[in-house]
């Protein structure tokens, strides 16, 4: 699964979303219920915990990924389509130590 991202110091940000529509992607449905995963950037592949960032982090953040240039758009505009706020998630790197081994494709449950 291919998601758009942008760090926030150690952590990665991103939005649990499916197009604009209403449906939770499957990928933020499967890390809700495991949160532990692995995911491959242009650092390489980490080891992170999902979370969902709520109250004024949920905010700040929100504001971090529409400030971005990374072809989020308009987020207020998209968001009103949808009849639920857009989970805001934070993937805190788990491992701080050096990214992990590349693997092949399929392996090690990776997220985006």
Do not use: C, K
């Not at 308009?74 to 788990?94: I, K, N, Q």
């Amino acid at each position: 699964m291919i998601v758009s991202y942008v760090p926030d110091g150690s952590s990665y940000v991103t939005l649990a979303m499916n197009g604009w529509a209403d449906p939770p992607p499957a990928w933020w449905l499967n890390l809700l219920a495991h949160p532990d995963a692995v995911v491959e950037t242009v650092d390489g592949r980490q080891r992170v915990r999902a979370r969902e960032a709520t109250g004024p982090d949920r905010e700040r953040l929100w504001e971090v990924l529409a400030a971005s240039d990374d072809g989020w758009g308009e987020l207020d505009d998209f968001a009103a389509r949808r009849s639920h706020p857009t989970p805001v998630v934070v993937l805190e790197l788990s491992d701080q130590s050096e990214p992990l081994a590349q693997e092949g494709p399929g392996e090690g449950g990776e997220v985006g």
